[in-house]
């Protein structure tokens, strides 16, 4: 069983700040840093920190070297990406001290995907393999289409949430994983269910979800309020962990990572849950994205 990854590679520009710039606003930043990130890039990390196989696609432009051989570094197979005559994607993330942060996205590279790249790809992968997907590339409709027809299994993290994500077929989808805020989109604007507590009634979210999807698989972060996994057969509840909290950047795509590469080691729902929690809590202890993810012996 193999992963593969058709996902973002950023570079992210980390400035620490006192607190985010207001509208006609010019703020001093205490620092900065340059560092590898992107959704997709944390994201495959993440899975192969968590002991799986990972193959990662995409696109890099000017400068996105770094971002290949990193990947390589941890591992990670880089035959599927393609070096296209674009800017690198990159995100300007703004710091507080308390940990919060806001991120600015531009695509560039990873908005260059090609149907024959995808084709291309998609031929090494077979009935049972896993596909990652976030929604910070381009052609994510397609790759979910094909992959689908492939007997792939679909895992997609539907962040930036915005109107591509009409285009998709949920129904080809596995497992999708949502925050707080995306539920309530998803609730609001798929679903045409407003004024829902998604906090207080967990439960019915999913109803919702399954109503319209039925196999669709889901599993809900709902920050200091913890974590909800749903399938056809079973729920599971996992509290959030404490945590010393100084950048919350790569939160999600850590909880992402190890969450599936869990699943994929045949781990429980239940299990899978705990450690995709503890690895996140990790995460948020350290700065920057793609640096802060942990490695499997400080989680299993």
């Known amino acids: 069983m193999k992963a593969l990854n058709f ?3 950023n570079l992210d520009y980390i ?13 001093r930043a205490k620092s900065v840093r340059i560092v590898s990130g992107g959704k997709g890039l944390n994201q495959s990390l993440a899975l192969s920190r968590a ?14 070297q770094v971002l290949t051989d990193i990947l390589k570094h941890n591992g990670i197979n880089t035959d599927f990406i393609t070096k296209v005559d674009e800017v690198q994607g990159n995100a300007i993330i703004q710091v507080t001290d308390q940990g919060e942060n806001c991120i600015l996205i531009n695509g560039g590279s990873n908005r260059c995907i090609t149907d024959e790249q995808i084709d291309r790809t998609l031929l090494n992968f077979e009935n049972g393999d896993y596909l990652m997907l ?12 094909k992959a689908s027809m492939r007997g792939m299994r679909i895992f997609l993290n539907p962040s930036p949430f915005d109107e591509n994500l009409h285009e998709i077929d949920w129904s080809r989808l596995t497992w999708i994983i949502v925050n707080e805020v995306e539920a309530s989109i998803l609730m609001r604007d798929f679903l045409y269910q407003e004024d829902f507590d ?13 109503e319209k999807w039925q196999d669709l698989n889901v599993v809900l972060t709902l920050g200091p309020n913890g974590a909800w996994a749903f399938t056809n057969r079973e729920s599971v509840f ?3 962990l404490k945590a010393k909290v100084v950048d919350s950047t790569a939160a999600g795509d850590v909880f992402s990572g190890f969450f599936l590469g869990s699943l994929m080691k045949g781990e429980t729902l239940e299990q899978s849950m705990k450690y995709a929690a503890k690895a996140a809590s990790i995460c948020v202890s350290r700065s920057g994205a ?3 993810i942990p490695f499997a012996s400080e989680v299993f």
């Open 15 to 27: 400035y620490r700040i006192d607190h985010f710039v207001a509208a006609g606003e010019t703020l």
């Open 7 to 9: 996902g973002s590679l």
């Open 134 to 145: 976030q929604n910070e590339v381009n052609n994510i409709d397609q790759i979910i289409n």
């Open 198 to 210: 998604i906090v207080q009634d967990p439960q019915s979210f999913f109803d919702a979800v399954h």
């Open 290 to 292: 793609a640096p802060s």
């Open 238 to 240: 996992q509290p959030a």
């Open 51 to 64: 002991g799986v196989e990972v193959f990662h696609a995409g696109c890099v432009g000017e400068g996105g």
